[in-house]
């Protein structure tokens, strides 16, 4: 296995593997937002071969074995987050002409990506922030994980970083992962509206690089 980044003429070879892995970050949040799997996995394929969005490949470390994705993390400077966000506004239209969504879709993906944005509490400056942390099911267990988040606090680290955040749905199983390298739990948020719809309640954490 090898942690690396690659450049968007190999990353095309990878879209179909990282937006799954994007995907099982958080299914509840996601499905609420996007309302179907084609739309989202067309955005964050785009996203991704897109340098400077928020699921772009440029801010991608994946562990490989050869040509197999094992795993991704997706992290970048904390205040980057919300001007990420922004970024995904000229994917859209492709994605409407090529009839993936209409605009009334779009529309309803706005309100509630609006309304699932107050799961989100502010990202400090300080923060390096771990958008996506992810491992093939299959390959649970194995370490890929702890490599790829060994990798990301030593980058932050160097990088003069003082805290590394990242969101969290409660439900989900890496949970406990995030503890076990000494993730705290700063906040813990729901928003009602998608939380009636099956969003769980969702956590920050933080682990103190100082």
């Known amino acids: 296995?090898?942690?690396v980044t690659v450049d968007r003429d190999r990353a095309a070879q990878f879209t179909d593997e990282v937006v799954e892995l994007a995907h099982n970050t958080g299914p509840a949040s996601y499905d609420y937002q996007f309302g179907s799997r084609p739309v989202f996995d067309r955005l964050v394929g785009d996203s991704w071969l897109a340098a400077g969005t928020l699921f772009g490949y440029d801010e991608t470390t994946l562990a490989l074995d050869g040509d197999d994705v094992l795993g991704i993390e997706i992290g970048f400077a904390g205040p980057?987050?919300?001007?990420?966000?922004?970024?995904?506004?000229?994917?859209?239209p492709p994605i409407i002409e090529d009839g993936i969504a209409t605009a009334d879709d779009l529309a309803e993906l706005g309100r509630r990506t609006y309304l699932a944005s107050y799961l989100n509490v502010v990202i400090p400056a300080s923060a390096y922030y771990i958008h996506a942390l992810s491992v093939r099911p299959d390959l649970h267990g194995q370490g890929i994980g702890a490599a790829l988040m060994?990798?990301?606090?030593?980058?932050?680290?160097d990088e003069g970083y003082r805290v590394v955040h990242l969101d969290v749905l409660s439900d989900n199983p890496a949970v406990k992962f995030y503890e076990a390298f000494g993730f705290d739990v700063l906040a813990q948020t729901v928003a009602p509206i998608p939380h009636s719809n099956g969003v769980p309640m969702e956590q920050r954490m933080a682990l103190d690089l100082r």
Do not use: S
């Open 1 to 3: 296995m090898e942690i």
């Open 80 to 92: 980057e987050f919300e001007r990420r966000k922004k970024t995904l506004r000229p994917l859209w």
């Open 150 to 157: 060994k990798d990301a606090i030593e980058r932050a680290t």
